[in-house]
């Protein structure tokens, strides 16, 4: 979105402070989404009332951007947050208009597959315990810290429905790790004492 040359007009900046809903699930898709501060999750609720988390997005990261008539997702925020909103029908014109800028959105589009494809791995192949060694580290490179420090944006109720797992199974995989000397562990923020030991937990076996 940083393309949009003459839409730039087309442009709304909006802020949500902590938790509020940006998009409802299955409203009608007409706006896209950038995240320029902040942390956004999506969200659908399953017909027996639980809720699954698609996706933590983080500044520069984009959402909204549908193939259908609805959003199959909700989305809120999880910290207060700064977006970008841009009409899907502009959005559309730029593409026409700007080669590379469609490009861009192609890239966005193979990126969002391989994201799909790595979640398929973690839900269906990985334990508790890798799943949760693989969250952090993906986080740790995510948020692009220069340090072992992380300070993570969500809660751990939010962490387990990421992960398809219980808040009881993430408190427990995160003391495990803890235990063992990978990470130390204070509320929201999570040192990482041990990097090699953390990617070595999130690994699933090869058989």
Not at 99 to 114: C, D, E, K, P, V
Not at 201 to 206: C, F, M, N, R
């Amino acid at each position: 979105m940083d393309r949009l040359g003459f839409a730039a007009a087309h442009l709304t900046n909006l802020e949500f402070g902590r938790d509020e809903e940006i998009i409802a699930q299955g409203c009608k898709a007409a706006f896209c989404y950038q995240v320029q501060s902040g942390c956004v999750r999506t969200v659908r609720l399953l017909e027996d009332g639980r809720r699954y988390i698609g996706a933590f997005l983080l500044a520069g990261d984009v959402f909204g951007w549908e193939t259908g008539l609805t959003h199959d997702f909700a989305a809120e925020s999880v910290t207060p947050v700064r977006l970008r909103r841009i009409r899907l029908s502009v959005l559309d014109e730029v593409a026409d208009r700007d080669h590379g800028f469609a490009t861009l959105l192609r890239h966005y589009a193979q990126a969002q597959l391989r994201f799909t494809q790595s979640r398929l791995i973690l839900l269906g192949r990985k334990t508790a315990a890798e799943r949760i060694a693989s969250f952090l580290a993906e986080m740790q490179a995510r948020l692009g810290t220069r340090t072992r420090l992380l300070e993570l944006p969500m809660s751990r109720a939010d962490m387990a429905d990421y992960l398809g797992l219980t808040i009881e199974t993430v408190c427990r995989g995160l003391s495990d790790l803890k235990r063992h000397g990978t990470i130390a562990v204070n509320r929201t923020r999570i040192q990482i004492q041990d990097p090699q030991a953390l990617d070595r937990a999130g690994s699933d076996p090869v058989h």
